[in-house]
């Protein structure tokens, strides 16, 4: 039993680097300098999705304004006030 896990342990190790090696893709560095001179690949706009966890977030953390904190910034007094 507990050689099954070394060799389990030794392959998903032995994954983990190949999976952790650079790209395999076949660009020239002729292909990469063409796509950087035209300023680069456009962007896709992301999607905004409606999720209850990420409103839940938004009214838990104080800085998104949903905490009800009315005083905002850095304020400095003096001692005797």
Known sequence: M???FIIAAVL???LGIWLGL?????????DI?????QG???????????TPLAW???K?????????RTRRGFH???PDE
């Open 12 to 14: 998903a190790f032995g």
């Open 22 to 30: 650079p790209g395999r893709y076949d660009q020239s560095l002729d």
């Open 33 to 37: 300098e063409r796509i950087m001179a």
């Open 60 to 68: 838990l953390d104080p800085r998104s304004g949903g905490g009800g």
């Open 2 to 4: 507990t050689t099954l």
């Open 40 to 50: 680069g690949r456009p962007r896709r706009k992301v999607k905004r999705r409606f």
């Open 76 to 78: 400095i007094r003096r």
């Open 56 to 58: 839940v977030q938004r």
